[in-house]
């Protein structure tokens, strides 16, 4: 098994100090599991985490703001920032195209910030291929199809066509849940952000994320 490490003590080797690189956390689901309800709580609870803004083609739905929940764009503009490798990953998801702006979270990662991501399997698979030691992934899962079909139907947000087109979806999603990290059944709200925080908190002490460790230990041996 290959697993790239960093070297504390080469990346910071002056600083004395211990720091932390950021770390990507992904949470992914089919929609209706939740998704949504926890990141914002983790929002909420953490500020030294901040939300990945997408690119997407799709159309704004009411209340959705340019900026805050996508960045809307059009298909050319989309191809122009994949060509331009502006984008981390980038899928097609229900006939629309979405993307993660890189420099964002190239900019977060290395002041020591955490990242916040909403996207698909497809997009996951493509961070775990580009980014494996930064990318934390924790799929949810909801309790049963019952309450999946609810949400779905109470969200109200998408025509009866969507709904029934993403409970389709819904079961290749869920297909993916083996390939990451953590995995979590949303059976009750709070258990399951408090779940998020647990991973989140331990995955930060991750001694290949501390910055600096190897010359602080120098220092505490050395007396200083
Ligand atoms: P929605 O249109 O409901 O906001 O999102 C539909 C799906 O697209 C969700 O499963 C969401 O996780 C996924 N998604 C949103 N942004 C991105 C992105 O930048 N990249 C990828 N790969 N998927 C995304």
């Keep these: 098994m290959s697993t790239k490490t960093r070297d504390p003590a080469e990346a910071e080797p002056l600083s004395g100090e211990v720091r932390r690189r950021g770390l990507m956390l992904v949470l992914s689901s089919p929609s209706g599991a939740g998704k949504t309800t926890i990141s914002r709580r983790l929002l909420e609870r953490n500020h030294d985490i901040s939300m990945s803004v997408s690119v997407t083609t799709r159309p704004k739905r009411p209340g959705e703001v340019h900026g805050r929940d996508y960045f809307f764009i059009d298909p050319t503009e989309f191809n122009l920032m994949v060509n331009r490798r502006e984008l981390l990953e980038h899928a097609k998801v229900f006939g629309n195209y979405y993307g993660t702006p890189r420099s964002a979270v190239e900019e977060a990662l290395g002041a020591g910030r955490d990242v916040l991501f909403d996207i698909d399997w497809q997009g996951t698979q493509q961070l775990r291929e580009s980014a494996r030691t930064d990318l934390v992934s924790v799929f949810i899962l ?4 019952h309450e999946l079909e609810r949400r779905l139907t109470t969200r109200a947000q998408d025509s009866a066509e969507e709904i029934a087109r993403r409970m389709a979806k819904a079961n290749d999603e869920m297909s993916h849940w083996s390939e990451y990290d953590y995995v979590i059944v949303n059976k009750d709200l709070d258990q399951s952000v ?25 220092g505490l041996q050395a007396g200083l």
Excluded: M, N, Y
Excluded at 142 to 145: E, K, L, N, W
């Design 142 to 145: 909801p309790p049963s199809a």
């Design 194 to 218: 408090a779940a998020v925080q647990g991973i989140l908190d331990a995955e930060r002490l991750k001694r290949e994320r501390q910055v600096g460790l190897t010359e602080f230990v120098r």
